[in-house]
């Protein structure tokens, strides 16, 4: 079983929907991830997150430290939204620098 | 935070020669790091690459196999050698800044 565990693997949607992506984890953590990566293949940081919420214009990503679970939800989604969003976790035992990446959500956004 | 830059960005190689993979950030860091995403896969951690010393390996990866240098605090060097098919992946750069960037990646395919 992965550390770090992704849902769906897969999600379409359309125009204008309310979107949201799981991600939970096994270990303790000192931090948690999400990313995004375009078909190109690069991959934006899109927050860092080590409790509570944060909001970045139609991003709200959110975490609950006790239930080791986050979401990340896409409000009014555009097909610009289409990518693969990837949880990733920072260990808090051993090395604090290791990210353990989910295999990400798969995200298609039509018009 | 960091740009980080890559070259080549993407490459078509023949089995058993090699690739270097450049790697370089606008800011000076301590640790960058080299992963690997293999077709369908999540990152998988290949190396930490220190200033003025030896990279560190992850499990399963190896120095013959994928040397790294890190001349200094901005830049470092990804080389994939003897290449195989199993060797196709994207490679990508990443730092702590303190959040963490990632490059573009390198789209390697082996023939």
Same mark, same amino acid.
């Given at each position: 079983?992965?550390?770090? #565990?992704? *849902? ?8 204008? #929907? ?7 984890? *096994?270990?303790?953590? *000192?931090?948690? $991830?999400?990313?995004?990566? $375009?078909?190109?293949?690069? @991959?934006? !940081?899109?927050?860092?997150? !080590? ?8 991003? @709200?990503?959110?975490?609950? @430290?006790? #239930?080791? $679970?986050? =979401? ?5 989604? $555009?097909?610009?939204? =289409? ?29 | ?17 090699? %690739?270097?993979?450049?790697?370089? /950030? ?12 293999? &077709?369908?896969?999540? %990152? ?14 992850? +499990? ?10 890190? &001349? ?5 060097? %990804?080389?994939?050698?003897?290449? +195989?098919?199993?060797? +196709? ?5 990443? /730092? ?13 395919? /082996?023939?």
């Amino acid at each position: 079983k992965n550390e770090v #565990e992704q *849902s769906p693997q897969n999600l379409t949607a359309q125009e204008g #929907e309310f979107i949201t992506i799981n991600c939970s984890y *096994s270990v303790g953590i *000192s931090a948690l $991830h999400w990313l995004q990566q $375009h078909p190109g293949g690069g @991959i934006v !940081s899109l927050f860092m997150l !080590s409790s509570g919420k944060k909001k970045h214009g139609r991003l @709200i990503a959110t975490i609950n @430290i006790q #239930e080791k $679970h986050s =979401s990340l939800h896409i409000t009014a989604s $555009h097909p610009r939204d =289409s990518a693969v969003y990837i949880c990733a976790v920072l260990n808090s035992g051993g090395s604090n620098y290791k990210l353990t990446f989910g295999k990400g959500t798969l995200l298609t956004v039509n018009p | 935070s960091a740009v980080i830059s890559q070259k080549p960005s993407r490459d078509i190689c023949q089995r058993g020669t090699s %690739l270097t993979i450049q790697c370089q /950030v606008d800011s000076q860091v301590t640790m960058m790091f080299w992963y690997r995403q293999q &077709p369908g896969q999540s %990152l998988t951690l290949i190396a930490t690459a220190n200033q003025g010393s030896e990279a560190t390996y992850e +499990s399963g990866f190896v120095i013959d196999k994928f040397p790294i240098s890190r &001349p200094n605090l901005t830049f470092s060097t %990804l080389t994939v050698s003897n290449m +195989s098919p199993e060797d +196709s992946s994207i490679y990508l750069c990443s /730092v702590q800044s303190p959040g963490q960037y990632f490059g573009p990646g390198t789209r390697l395919l /082996v023939l």
